[in-house]
């Protein structure tokens, strides 16, 4: 089991707004930055969101985030199909000293 | 451009130990943290650890306390991962990446009899 709950599996159709959503703890979100990670099919993870609610340069606006208390939430707005991938949100862990992650929502695009 | 390469894949038996490198380019080695994470097949992402390229300070997580050692060789700005009695649950993806930000290309290591 992950220390963060992710829904195994999301969907949407081309243009919609979709939300996927992180719950957690206060030794973690509650506490520390959100991150979320997108992973295409056969790929490596890529940084989609940091501190919480930034995107690294080139990440389309499309992709926004929130956090709040022991929760956070990815919300992609505009769904195209090569938004169509794996999304995992990863946060520090102060019990754990470490990092943790959720277990991954899979996003179809329907 | 920043750049993570790692070494390719590799099977091993159980009880053996594998090292996975990870050679940084297109930027300064030492000024970024340096994870590494996992991902068995099918499976979601899991943190194994991270090495501080200037000094070498590590952080591990408790899972692999025991078996696992990060290094660097600032001199060919390289970070390694040493896993050692192996067993089949250790088979995925080994993925070292800068900060979380930068993620190389993954080592496939495949643990079998």
């Known amino acids: 089991q992950s220390v963060l709950t992710q829904a195994p599996s999301a969907s949407g159709t081309p243009g919609q707004r979709v939300t996927i959503s992180c719950s957690g703890s206060s030794s973690n979100i509650g506490s520390n930055s959100v991150s979320w990670f997108q992973q295409l099919q056969g790929s490596a993870p890529k940084l989609l969101i940091y501190?919480?609610?930034q995107r690294p340069s080139g990440v389309p606006e499309r992709f926004s985030a929130s956090k709040s208390a022991t929760s956070a939430s990815l919300a992609i707005s505009g769904l195209q199909s090569e938004d169509e991938a794996d999304y995992y949100c990863?946060?520090?862990?102060?019990?754990?000293?470490?990092?943790?992650f959720g277990g991954g929502t899979k996003l179809t695009v329907l | 451009q920043v750049q993570l390469v790692q070494s390719g894949a590799e099977v091993k038996k159980p009880g053996a130990s594998v090292k996975v490198s990870c050679k940084a380019s297109g930027y300064t080695f030492t000024n970024y943290l340096m994870h590494w994470v996992r991902q068995a097949p099918g499976q979601g992402l899991e943190w194994m650890g991270l090495v501080n390229p200037s000094g070498g300070s590590t952080t591990y997580a408790q899972k692999f306390q025991a078996r696992v050692t990060m290094t660097r060789d600032t001199s060919t700005s390289t970070v390694y991962m040493d896993l050692t009695n192996l067993r089949s649950e250790d088979t995925a993806v080994y993925y070292c990446t800068r900060a979380l930000g930068i993620w190389g290309q993954g080592t496939l290591v495949t643990v079998s009899s």
């Open positions: 990863g946060v520090w862990d102060d019990s754990q000293q470490g990092w943790v």
């Open positions: 501190s919480n609610t």
